[in-house]
Every structure is written in structure tokens, then in C-alpha cells.
């Protein structure tokens, strides 16, 4: 039986493959940056899939995720992608960029990809690569009370990546 694709899975789509082409397309985008906004979107979006976060918000997610480290992206279907890509920057004690949200006040989408960018950076942009995923668990762990991340989401987090390491 054929499966028909909804309105919302297509324009979804379409709005994914124009942040990947803008991404690629970037001009400060090199090959290994594009390949690690495609792993932190993929980290973000297997993340929100264990949060139970909706679809909608999971695609959300993986968009934003994309398009995380670049500057600008002139594509006005992104523009909620786009804020929230900006925001993966504050800190759960406030002392973050661009506005210094304090805890709860970051959308979950961007506290999400900030989770995954850190992943991605400590397993990945490391001088004893690949790092053990019991040394990297241990430094998510640890993050936690520096005031970087959310707690909660940390330890949910910790509990993704052994679920999913099975």
C-alpha cells in the first residue's frame, strides 16, 4: 500500500532540505563544520524522540540543529528554526548568550542542541579522540553543576545515550 505524505511531513521536509542547502551553501561552513551540525541535528533529534517531545517540535529541533552554527540563513521559512538556533547558547544559570535567559526561560528545543552540541564536542573535538563514552558521560555529568545545562535534562540525557548504546 502506498503511503501518502501529509502537508506537514512535506513542507517539513522541504524546510529541512533548504537549512541543509543553506548550510551548505554557507560561506564559513567547511566540510567537517557540516558534518558536525549534521551529527549534532541527528544527536538533537534521537535526543527529543526519547524526551517524547512532539513531532512537530522534533522536527523543529532537528532544523534548528542544522543550522545552529551559522550566521545567516536567507530563508524565511526558517525563521523559527532560526531564532531557536540562536539560543542554544544560554546557560541554565543565566549567564549566557545572546540574552541571558535564566533556566526555563530557553526553549527545550535549544536546550536540547546545546545537550548535543556539547555531546558532539567532547567526543569529537578532543585531543584524545575518541574519547571513552564512560569518560564523556562522566563530563556531561559533571557539567550539570556547573550551570551550563538544565539538571533534569542531563541526567535524561545520560540515560538516552546508555539506552541507545545497547
Known amino acids: 500500500m ?6 506537514y511531513d512535506y513542507d517539513n521536509l522541504i524546510n529541512s532540505q533548504i537549512a541543509l542547502h543553506a548550510l551548505q551553501n554557507s560561506k564559513q561552513t567547511s566540510q567537517s563544520n557540516f558534518e558536525k551540525s549534521v551529527r549534532i541535528s541527528f544527536y538533537s533529534r534521537l535526543f527529543a524522540r526519547y524526551l517524547e517531545v512532539s513531532e512537530i517540535d522534533g522536527q523543529l529541533i532537528y532544523q534548528a540543529a542544522l543550522i545552529h552554527n551559522i550566521d545567516y540563513v536567507p530563508f524565511p521559512d526558517l525563521k523559527k528554526a532560526l531564532y531557536i538556533s540562536r539560543l542554544y547558547t544560554e546557560r541554565w544559570d543565566g549567564h549566557g ?13 535549544a536546550q536540547i542542541i546545546a545537550i548535543s552540541n556539547y555531546w558532539e564536542a567532547i567526543i569529537f573535538d578532543n585531543d584524545d579522540y575518541p574519547l571513552l563514552v564512560h ?4 563530563r556531561i555529568y559533571e557539567e550539570r553543576f556547573d550551570g551550563h545545562f538544565n539538571p533534569k535534562l542531563v541526567c535524561d540525557f545520560i540515560r538516552f545515550i546508555i539506552a541507545t548504546s545497547k
Open 2 to 7: 502506498t503511503q501518502y505524505i501529509n502537508d
Open 135 to 138: 569518560d564523556a558521560l562522566t
Open 97 to 109: 548568550k545572546p540574552f541571558g535567559l535564566l533556566g526555563s526561560q530557553t526553549p527545550i528545543h
